[in-house]
């Protein structure tokens, strides 16, 4: 999937789990970041020279995308603020999520099990651009939502 559908479902799924702002926006950032194992991604082509290794090292949706690194990357958020946590687990698993829908797929339990679940939709396809056009209407309920409590 793309950066942008990762994002918006990163948000989306985290609002269901917490209420300020800060932290659901902060689970987007984090539903970007099991893409830092492909150089040619968008936060792979800001940090070239941490992709690029994570690349070489340990492969497009390998152990980045399992629920291995979801949970690392929450104990080391935790370690760096605990209310980031959350965010981190709820942000890296959308995108794992997202991923599982796709051909490619992702082995969720690696290094368990290097079994793939996969699913039908193509990355940048029609069915993305239907998906994120939901996203996009529910993230401006969602910010028309935290406005209204703020006005
Ligand atoms: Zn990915």
Redesign the pocket.
Known sequence: ?RFYT?LAFGIIIASLFTKPPWLVIASGFFALI??I??AG?FIGKRLPLISGSVQLLLG??GII?SLLAAIAAAGIAYVIMPALALPAMVGFCS??A??MLTPEG?SLFYPLSSKRVRGPIRTGGIIEAAILIILVFLLGHWTLDILGQHI
């Open positions: 999937m990762h099991p893409d194992d492909a991604s497009h949706r995308h995108h794992l997202l991923d992702v």
